[in-house]
């Protein structure tokens, strides 16, 4: 076999030389990627993305709230500006050295701890330097910001040189794989003039909002630009075309620095189209100004969108209560419109499974109008027949069976009402509640028949719905998931509940009757299972008995059947979890990843009265969140973090609802068995106890917004004042001490109580003011 080179042209003008040649295997080439990585491996560390090198790369998420274009920000300053999409990468260049990120040690920060604006910080040799992203405008009609600030921190004169690289690099690495491709993401014309930068046949613009020294564009052919930045020698031209795609190009700006003195840089990009949102600010001066405006603007904003429910803690409750905040604005920004999606990459979807349980924490935290605009896009997606779609994109509606969604659409929909109390929003949804109750019923008959009531290896199927795959863990083979039969009995129950409220007399007979069947069946099949399969815990599916804690959760919460769940199987599946959960913790067990879907089984744990293993819980799950100041976590968490493994998305906001729905519980939950309000039990000693206590303002519940606060009035007494508009519940309000010693005595509005036991006190007046004493001699007034 033989190679001709034909030479055509020498790009720098200096002849032609070859200094190695090197037969590759056929792995260097199958992908683009593969390429990429090969070429990466031959290089010095940094000059390519870190996933290039082999290993993971984190990232969050920039963009405003419903829109459909979000940027990406990773954990080194590179941002994507759009769904698989170039980035843009920073360098800097000082005392002859280029830096990387692999130059420095990368810290990642949030404004003020919690708003969706990221920061990127690198530190070296006196050097300071951040990248913050932001994004401004409406669903439609927004805009990508980015502010590079460099700062000579040393006492002497010293140059310093910014490059920014716009580069055919997605930040999403490529084994995100699913629905899409990360990775490489071609470049194939890049062109500047103006301050402007053209991608691809003007397609996509980055506007250098403060004019560069130059810009430099090369070809793949030309060499890499990072070569070029290594030499301090950038090419001349300014636009480049690439048909192999991998073009790439440089900002530069090069100063004189004083001891102290800091330099800004401004870019914007449009997320919709190639104009921008107002005319660009001619100087550089007007730039800084108008784009630190916009920046304290997006801030405001999103500190006024997100203060609706407020948590004040001490500094060890800081983290939780800055991550509900993180995670809901996260939630925000992943919708499409009105449509809620667990990610904006990989999970770019709308599954009613997601959406409904994401809809649960929205309103616990006090977003009504989301919710509301989330069930009227969605609805109209049920088919004729009264099945409700498991997931609906831009294609319409997955075809796919999967039998909870049936149910999780009615509890949507009464969970709505619950925090709203709107009947005539109710009213408008009772055609769809009729049709998926009509359409669980068609699917329970088929389990109804003969050959379930008979045959006795059958038995455990009766009358529950047929197998489906909505569980995950059951997607290569479709099971009798009790995952989907609680989802079923939750909607039933709550199509009850609606019929009633709205005097469809008929309708609420009907499903109070096919309710009551319903769990006399879904009880039977439990306990034929454990008999079966000879286990002592609530199995995940009839055809496996298997061990499945994370679903099981539902059961409890958002199930509501705590008090009708078989014992001692319930308690047995909560500590053999959490005997489990101790043994991944400390290492005692060998693990390679995790889902943090785990997060439901903190919720759960208080309700089941383990306050202090739920704190134990948070706190590992917490550590899943990387990077930690960003708040939020992927879908998948892996034991050694720089895995090159699929994650899932990030933020994967299907998790944040799941956290915010534990989180809340820690300070209230609705117990549906008796219709109480429970507060408090979550609550953990050392917060309680603290200089500081705990206040909660503005939560909303199903019985209305819930204030109060708690701290301790020497060392014998707790002080817990209640406030807001609260209507005692027919169960009363079931109120938590959160410290291990016993109550002595309990006083509600300056009168003692005898209404409760070594840990909680029952309530049955709203507002209140009660003291909880702990002395063995409590004195009560």
């Given at each position: 076999r033989y190679l001709r080179l034909t030479l055509e042209r020498s790009s720098r003008g200096r002849g032609y030389?070859?200094?190695?040649?090197?037969?590759?295997?056929?792995?260097?080439?199958?992908?683009?990627?593969?390429?990429?990585?090969?070429?990466?491996?031959?290089?010095?560390?940094?000059?390519?993305?870190?996933?290039?090198?082999?290993?993971?790369?984190?990232?969050?998420?920039?963009?405003?709230?419903?829109?459909?274009?979000?940027?990406?920000?990773?954990?080194?300053?590179?941002?994507?500006?759009?769904?698989?999409?170039?980035?843009?990468?920073?360098?800097?260049?000082?005392?002859?050295?280029?830096?990387?990120?692999?130059?420095?040690?990368?810290?990642?920060?949030?404004?003020?701890?919690?708003?969706?604006?990221?920061?990127?910080?690198?530190?070296?040799?006196?050097?300071?330097?951040?990248?913050?992203?932001?994004?401004?405008?409406?669903?439609?009609?927004?805009?990508?910001?980015?502010?590079?600030?460099?700062?000579?921190?040393?006492?002497?004169?010293?140059?310093?040189t910014l490059f920014l690289a716009v580069r055919p690099f997605q930040v999403n690495p490529p084994w995100q794989s699913l629905n899409m491709m990360g990775g490489v993401s071609p470049i194939r014309r890049l062109e500047y003039a103006d301050r402007a930068i053209w991608v691809n046949d003007r397609s996509k613009v980055v506007f250098a909002l403060t004019a560069p020294d130059r810009f430099s564009a090369a070809a793949f052919d030309h060499g890499l630009i990072t070569d070029f930045l290594l030499d301090d020698k950038l090419p001349e031209r300014t636009a480049v075309d690439d048909p192999l795609g991998h073009a790439s190009g440089v900002l530069e700006?090069?100063?004189?620095?004083?001891?102290?003195?800091?330099?800004?840089?401004?870019?914007?990009?449009?997320?919709?189209?190639?104009?921008?949102?107002?005319?660009?600010?001619?100087?550089?001066?007007?730039?800084?100004?108008?784009?630190?405006?916009?920046?304290?603007?997006?801030?405001?904003?999103?500190?006024?969108?997100?203060?609706?429910?407020?948590?004040?803690?001490?500094?060890?409750?800081?983290?939780?209560?800055?991550?509900?905040?993180?995670?809901?604005?996260?939630?925000?920004?992943?919708?499409?419109?009105?449509?809620?999606?667990?990610?904006?990459?990989?999970?770019?979807?709308?599954?009613?499974?997601?959406?409904?349980?994401?809809?649960?924490?929205?309103?616990?935290?006090?977003?009504?109008?989301?919710?509301?605009?989330?069930?009227?896009?969605?609805?109209?997606?049920?088919?004729?027949?009264?099945?409700?779609?498991?997931?609906?994109?831009?294609?319409?509606?997955?075809?796919?069976?999967?039998?909870?969604?049936?149910?999780?659409?009615?509890?949507?929909?009464?969970?709505?009402?619950?925090?709203?109390?709107?009947?005539?929003?109710?009213?408008?949804?009772?055609?769809?509640?009729?049709?998926?109750?009509?359409?669980?019923?068609?699917?329970?008959?088929?389990?109804?028949?003969?050959?379930?009531?008979?045959?006795?290896?059958?038995?455990?199927?009766?009358?529950?719905?047929?197998?489906?795959?909505?569980?995950?863990?059951?997607?290569?083979?479709?099971?009798?998931?009790?995952?989907?039969?609680?989802?079923?009995?939750?909607g039933l129950k709550d199509a009850a509940d609606i019929a009633v409220i709205l005097g469809e007399d008929q309708p609420a007979q009907r499903f109070a009757s096919l309710r009551d069947a319903f769990r006399k069946d879904l009880y039977a099949s439990i306990r034929a299972t454990l008999k079966t399969h000879q286990i002592d815990f609530i199995p995940g599916a009839v055809e496996l008995g298997d061990f499945d804690p994370t679903s099981t959760t539902v059961a409890v919460d958002p199930g509501g059947e705590l008090g009708r769940l078989p014992q001692p199987a319930l308690d047995r599946t909560f500590e053999r979890y959490f005997d489990q959960f101790r043994q991944r913790r400390d290492g005692q067990e060998d693990w390679q990843a995790y889902t943090p879907y785990e997060l439901r089984a903190v919720g759960t744990l208080i309700r089941l009265g383990f306050r202090e293993k739920a704190q134990e819980a948070l706190a590992f799950f917490f550590e899943g969140q990387r990077p930690a100041a960003w708040n939020h976590w992927a879908e998948v968490v892996w034991r050694d973090p720089k895995a090159p493994r699929f994650i899932g998305d990030m933020p994967h906001t299907w998790v944040g609802s799941d956290f915010i729905r534990s989180a809340r519980s820690l300070f209230a939950y609705e117990r549906e068995a008796d219709q109480a309000l429970v507060i408090g039990a979550g609550i953990p000693a050392a917060w309680a106890t603290s200089p500081e206590g705990v206040a909660v303002k503005r939560l909303p519940t199903w019985h209305g917004t819930l204030n109060y606060r708690m701290g301790m009035d020497g060392p014998d007494l707790l002080r817990v004042q209640l406030s807001g508009d609260i209507t005692v519940p027919p169960g009363r309000i079931i109120l938590h001490s959160p410290l291990d010693r016993p109550l002595q005595a309990v006083q509600l509005n300056g009168r003692p109580v005898t209404t409760f036991t070594d840990h909680t006190a029952t309530l049955d007046q709203f507002p209140a003011e009660v003291e909880f004493h702990y002395g063995a001699k409590a004195a009560v007034r």
């Open positions: 030389g070859i200094r190695r040649l090197q037969v590759q295997s056929y792995e260097f080439s199958t992908s683009i990627n593969r390429f990429f990585e090969a070429v990466a491996r031959d290089v010095r560390r940094g000059l390519y993305p870190r996933y290039l090198q082999g290993e993971q790369s984190y990232w969050t998420l920039i963009g405003v709230s419903g829109d459909s274009k979000e940027a990406l920000m990773n954990q080194d300053g590179a941002l994507e500006v759009d769904k698989g999409g170039f980035s843009i990468e920073p360098f800097l260049f000082a005392d002859g050295q280029l830096l990387s990120w692999a130059d420095v040690n990368p810290v990642q920060e949030l404004a003020d701890g919690y708003l969706p604006i990221p920061t990127v910080r690198w530190e070296r040799d006196q050097i300071g330097f951040t990248v913050t992203a932001f994004a401004s405008g409406k669903p439609g009609q927004s805009e990508l910001h980015a502010r590079y600030r460099l700062e000579n921190r040393s006492g002497q004169n010293r140059h310093l700006y090069g100063w004189d620095f004083k001891p102290g003195e800091a330099r800004e840089v401004f870019l914007r990009v449009p997320f919709h189209g190639t104009e921008s949102l107002g005319a660009l600010p001619p100087t550089d001066a007007d730039a800084a100004v108008l784009e630190n405006q916009l920046l304290a603007k997006a801030q405001s904003d999103w500190e006024t969108r997100l203060d609706r429910v407020k948590l004040e803690l001490p500094p060890s409750g800081k983290k939780l209560a800055d991550s509900i905040k993180s995670n809901l604005a996260y939630i925000l920004i992943n919708r499409n419109g009105p449509a809620i999606q667990p990610g904006s990459r990989t999970y770019a979807r709308s599954w009613i499974r997601d959406g409904a349980l994401t809809s649960a924490a929205l309103l616990s935290m006090g977003y009504t109008d989301e919710v509301r605009q989330f069930l009227l896009w969605f609805t109209p997606y049920q088919q004729p027949d009264g099945k409700v779609p498991c997931c609906v994109d831009q294609r319409g509606a997955d075809p796919v069976p999967e039998h909870d969604s049936h149910g999780q659409l009615i509890y949507a929909i009464m969970e709505y009402y619950r925090y709203t109390r709107d009947v005539g929003f109710l009213r408008e949804m009772w055609p769809f509640v009729v049709k998926a109750v009509d359409y669980i019923d068609f699917l329970r008959q088929q389990r109804l028949t003969d050959a379930y009531r008979t045959d006795p290896t059958n038995i455990a199927y009766l009358g529950l719905v047929p197998e489906s795959i909505s569980h995950e863990g059951y997607s290569s083979h479709p099971r009798h998931s009790y995952w989907d039969n609680f989802f079923i009995l939750r």
